[in-house]
């Protein structure tokens, strides 16, 4: 205390050097989890005691999960048991020990809140009837759009934001499935953020991960960073949060648009591009499995074995999107990015996104479209609206609508099938 006070620092100056130098002592430890995640509770493993056989956890981790084979590094499967390192060089006594079950007869049942297809009771009529479907339109939008740089304005033309545009297909969605029978909630209904937190809040973990990314800390980083890790990071947990322990639903569709770099939002660059693709929970690398919590959430996404069930949903979707729109695939060309789910569906990828790895019931995560290209940004301008205009030389329906019914048509093939 009498070294700061002969430094005569200001209180706010030493709590920032308190917090780097607590920084700095951790730093130095091999366990390591990303901004804003808590510390896993590896003992709740254990309900997946005896789920899986030594064969498939094996297949799941190198066709679907870390297909670059470096699970290998960290996981050793025998054919009683896993064994886990929680972290890189954890001693062997914090290793998890995962009891496998020793034949596919003997698997004891996956523990899950959601209702598989064969679990529900259609009724005449309402093909999606006993399902209950949470939407998550992707982003915030409105006054956020711009901070989240979601946003592009050509002259005075009507902005494109890809969180509004979200939320209005959302809605149209939403009313769709309730008419199939679905009960059906939002992770928002109004455009805006749904975590409490704000930028400033963040400062302390923002100043964390620029030192871990070793960039230079300036005021504008600093606030970049904190911006960034309000609505990519803070956002979507708080989301995940409210689905996993609230809403506990059968099924969530993530409802996003594409897009191709643009440039500058005032002068943004126009394309003639449109694509469509779905992205999975997969493909982790290992930079980003030296996180103690992506181990974990990893794992419990292999072991709630979701993957099947998701590739054959977002199969149905993208069929029905096809049918309706005639959309390309978007291809990703660097696997450490990417992989493709499905030998047969072009549209399907496996990625590990945050809202995927995080939301334990199955989740349909749809990428279309691409906000930018030149046909797609005349269909903005003219909003939402019934029946079909004049876009070109083509008589369209409302891009928000297209979207929805496709969405729509995609998930009661799925469930009637
Ligand atoms: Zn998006």
Same mark, same amino acid.
Request: proline content about 15%; hydrophobic content about 20%; glycine content about 4%.
């Given at each position: 205390m009498k070294f700061f006070s002969a430094l005569r620092l200001p209180p706010s100056v030493f709590c920032l050097f308190l917090f780097l130098c607590s920084f700095f002592q951790t730093a130095g430890l091999a366990q390591q989890l990303t901004p804003l995640a808590a510390k896993p =509770?590896?003992?709740?493993?254990?309900?997946?005691?005896?789920?899986?056989?030594a064969e498939k956890l094996t297949k799941d981790l190198q066709e679907i999960y870390v297909p670059d084979g470096s699970w290998n590094n960290w996981i050793t499967i025998t054919p009683q048991e896993a064994v886990i390192? %929680?972290?890189?060089?954890?001693?062997?006594?914090?290793n998890i020990h995962l009891p496998l079950a020793a034949s596919e007869a003997d698997c004891k049942k996956v523990p899950r809140y959601w209702k598989r297809k064969s679990e529900r009771d259609p009724l005449p009529g309402k093909p999606l009837a006993g399902l209950k479907i949470v939407l998550d339109p992707g982003h915030l939008g409105g006054e956020w759009a711009k901070m989240e740089e979601r946003w592009f304005q050509i002259g005075k033309s009507k902005p494109v934001e890809e969180g509004t545009m979200a939320l209005i297909t959302a809605k149209i969605l939403a009313r769709r499935l309730e008419a199939l029978g679905a009960e059906v909630d939002m992770? =928002? =209904?109004?455009?805006? %953020?749904?975590?409490?937190?704000?930028? %400033?809040?963040l400062r302390a973990v923002a100043l964390q991960q620029l030192k871990k990314e070793k960039v230079k800390c300036t005021p504008y980083r600093l606030k970049k960073m904190e911006e960034a890790l309000f609505y990519r990071v803070a956002e979507i947990h708080h989301r995940a949060d409210w689905i996993n322990k609230v809403a506990k639903p059968d099924l969530v569709i993530c409802m996003h648009y594409d897009a191709e770099?643009?440039?500058?939002?005032? =002068?943004p660059k126009l394309f003639d591009e449109e694509r469509l693709h779905f992205l999975i929970s997969g493909d982790f690398t290992p930079g980003e499995l030296v996180n103690e919590d992506v181990r974990y959430t990893m794992l419990c996404k292999l072991l709630g074995r979701t993957h099947r069930q998701v590739v054959l949903m977002s199969d149905a979707v993208a069929k029905a999107f096809v049918a309706d729109t005639g959309l390309p695939p978007f291809t990703y060309h660097n696997p450490a990015k990417a992989r493709p789910?499905?030998?047969?569906?072009?549209y399907l990828w496996n990625r590990n996104l945050l809202a995927t790895r995080l939301i334990k019931a199955p989740v349909v995560y749809c990428e279309a479209y691409?906000?930018?290209d030149r046909e797609i940004f005349q269909r903005v301008q003219l909003g939402d609206y019934k029946g079909k205009l004049q876009v070109g030389n083509k008589c369209l329906p409302s891009l928000y609508r297209e979207y929805a019914n496709a969405v729509a048509k995609g998930i009661t093939n799925y469930y009637q099938n």
């Open positions: =509770h590896w003992e709740n493993l254990q309900q997946y005691a005896e789920t899986i056989t390192q %929680p972290y890189p060089e954890a001693p062997s006594e914090k992770t =928002h =209904h109004e455009l805006g %953020p749904t975590t409490s937190l704000r930028p %400033p809040q770099e643009w440039g500058s939002a005032k =002068h789910a499905s030998p047969d569906n072009p691409v906000m930018n």
